[in-house]
């Protein structure tokens, strides 16, 4: 059984993961709560008063409602979906994106290279590889490192600095040294699939605030999150 108090140096505790809320969300719903409730006592006051007062109220609330809305960021909500056939090819599919970005489908080291240059430019700070799978082949992504099937290679997104949100692989079943050493990331949900976390490979993810570990995770290396000093929890999902 893995210590991971000890391992982490963070409290630990059996929680299923609850994803914390887009920015643009939280703006919209405090400014929903504030206006719902401007809203109900106005309906009370206008039940001494005429019907079109209360209309007129319940217009004024859809109103700024709408534009609630339209001023939420628009980069934060929108998201560009590329569903990538064939491994490699990835940089022909994808000509603009938004700074969320989705991907499905099959990924090698030549699409890993184009993802890191896009984070690298700041193009892109949010990646979900949700439904992707990682194989073998094309370039190396860094250095002389290579994609290897269903695994988060060794400083596979080293560095990125920019890099604030990352929805990991489904498919993996192992994160290597470094591989995410570095990065700007605030969260990471660990799937269950996963079953080793390499030397270092959160280190110095200097925003990092909180770790769900899947519950086939075996092995956890030193220093998997050495000197990420924002780490406060660290839960475990249930087996």
Request: glycine share 8%; proline share 3%.
């Amino acid at each position: 059984m893995v210590n991971l108090s000890a391992r982490l140096g963070v409290p630990c505790f059996c929680h299923s993961c609850v994803p914390l809320l887009s920015p643009s969300f939280c703006f919209l719903f405090v400014c929903l709560h504030i206006l719902g409730k401007r809203s109900i006592f106005a309906r009370k006051y206008t039940k001494t008063n005429n019907y079109m007062t209360k209309n007129f109220y319940a217009s004024l609330y859809g109103l700024l409602v709408a534009i609630c809305m339209c001023f939420c960021p628009a980069d934060l909500m929108a998201v560009t979906e590329v569903h990538v056939e064939k491994a490699g090819t990835l940089s022909s599919l994808l000509t603009s994106t938004d700074k969320q970005l989705k991907l499905s489908g099959s990924i090698n080291g030549t699409d890993i290279k184009f993802i890191r240059e896009l984070i690298s430019a700041g193009t892109v700070i949010s990646l979900d590889l949700d439904a992707v799978r990682i194989v073998a082949g094309g370039e190396a992504y860094t250095g002389s490192f290579t994609t290897e099937d269903n695994a988060i290679g060794e400083e596979m997104f080293y560095g990125l600095s920019k890099l604030q949100i990352i929805v990991l692989p489904s498919t993996i079943t192992s994160i290597k040294k470094n591989a995410f050493a570095k990065t700007g990331i605030k969260k990471v949900d660990i799937p269950n699939s996963v079953y080793s976390l390499g030397e270092d490979a959160f280190a110095y993810c200097n925003s990092l605030a909180q770790v769900v570990i899947g519950k086939r995770v075996k092995s956890i290396s030193k220093g998997a999150f050495y000197g990420s000093g924002s780490l406060k929890k660290a839960y475990v999902k249930p087996i």
